[in-house]
């Protein structure tokens, strides 16, 4: 038996332009043991690019030190290679300017294009645009990366992207943004 499909859309049910009080049973306890959301502005003074490499820079959006998850964007400033690399984990990115791809793969990422990685996948992320790419990253667990002969060199999880972070803020006298951490 097939379940028939809803042909009457009801969400959004409210357009109304004011904050609206709404039921909750649980209202103490997420009070008292719910994690606050955050926010992080466009500025540099928010989140500096740190440089990754000679061509590349990372903006660092956040930090979840529970489930091993770091957010950012990866920015490859003209053509150029981010090198071979493992994941132990997933990943969720959306191409937001230029272009970028995988040597292993036949597909080209512009503006708008999303990409999902899978633990266990290898790859090498190049860009053949001018102006490079920017990719919003949100990875979840460890990235092995490789030199040009296969041999292992480092893994990448959420500690070194905190250290990447809290070392460039140090170096700059930069205030570390607790906007960061959840
Ligand atoms: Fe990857």
Redesign the pocket.
């Known amino acids: 038996m097939t379940t028939p499909s809803i042909t009457r859309m009801t969400a959004p049910p409210s357009t109304a332009y004011k904050i609206v009080d709404v039921p909750e049973a649980y209202a103490d306890v997420i009070k008292r043991h719910g994690i606050p959301g955050t926010f992080v502005g466009a500025s540099e003074k928010e989140s500096p690019w740190v440089p990754f490499g000679a061509n590349a820079a990372i903006r660092h959006l956040l930090f979840d030190t529970r489930h091993n998850i770091f957010s950012n964007i990866l920015w490859i400033k003209t053509a150029g290679v981010i090198g071979t690399?493992k994941?132990r984990g997933t990943?969720v990115m959306v191409c937001l300017e230029g272009s970028a791809r995988y040597l292993e793969y036949d597909w080209v990422a512009g503006p708008g294009g999303f990409i999902y990685?899978t633990p266990g996948?290898v790859?090498t992320?190049v860009t053949d645009h001018a102006d490079g790419v920017k990719l919003f990253g949100w990875l979840q667990g460890p990235?092995e990366f490789y030199d040009d002969k296969g041999n292992f060199v480092e893994t990448l999880d959420v500690w070194w992207f905190i250290n990447h972070y809290e070392s460039y803020c140090r170096a700059h006298g930069i205030p570390i943004n607790k906007e960061l951490y959840i």
């Open positions: 690399h994941h990943v990685e996948l790859h992320l990235i």
